[in-house]
């Protein structure tokens, strides 16, 4: 006996489309383990320039010590480095001349705020300590310390 098809499966109405998926959808470990399968620490620092949700979970300890176990051998690349003038209030910095060959860092370089454009106004800056892209900035004005990312 054959059965009837309900009135509803012959609407014309197509079903609803499923909603894209997105990187934004995806939970932190998830995106941990896209970017430990980057080849190299440069790769890792770009890609971690790209989204501040992806800088947060590459720059975690935990994240860290499993990229470099997973990566052994390979040193955290040296970028540049800070120096002062007389004339300027504030550090300078000159990119290392290596980085100019990699386009990785090449592209580090150009998308990380090194030369400490939001703090222009701060008065006279010293950099008091650097560890991994990050700095301690000293207000020679007010003898005040605060970090300050440069990824």
């Known amino acids: 006996m054959k059965r009837k098809a309900s009135p509803s499966s012959f609407s014309g109405d197509p079903p609803p489309a499923a909603s ?9 470990d998830v995106i941990a383990e896209f970017l430990v399968r980057l080849p190299s620490v440069p790769s890792l620092a770009r890609a971690a320039c790209a989204v501040k949700r992806w800088r947060r979970v590459a720059s975690s300890p935990a994240f860290l010590r499993r990229f470099h176990a997973l990566h052994p051998g390979q040193a955290q690349p040296l970028l540049g480095h800070y120096y002062y003038t007389e004339c300027s209030s504030r550090p300078v910095f000159q990119p290392a001349q290596p980085t100019f060959s990699d386009p990785e860092l090449s592209a580090v370089v150009r998308h990380g705020d090194f030369f400490l454009t939001p703090v222009t106004s701060m008065g006279r800056l010293e950099v008091e300590d650097c560890h991994q892209g990050r700095l301690l900035l000293r207000n020679c004005d007010t003898n005040e310390s605060s970090p300050f990312s440069t990824l």
């Open 20 to 28: 894209p998926t997105t990187v934004d959808s995806f939970c932190d």
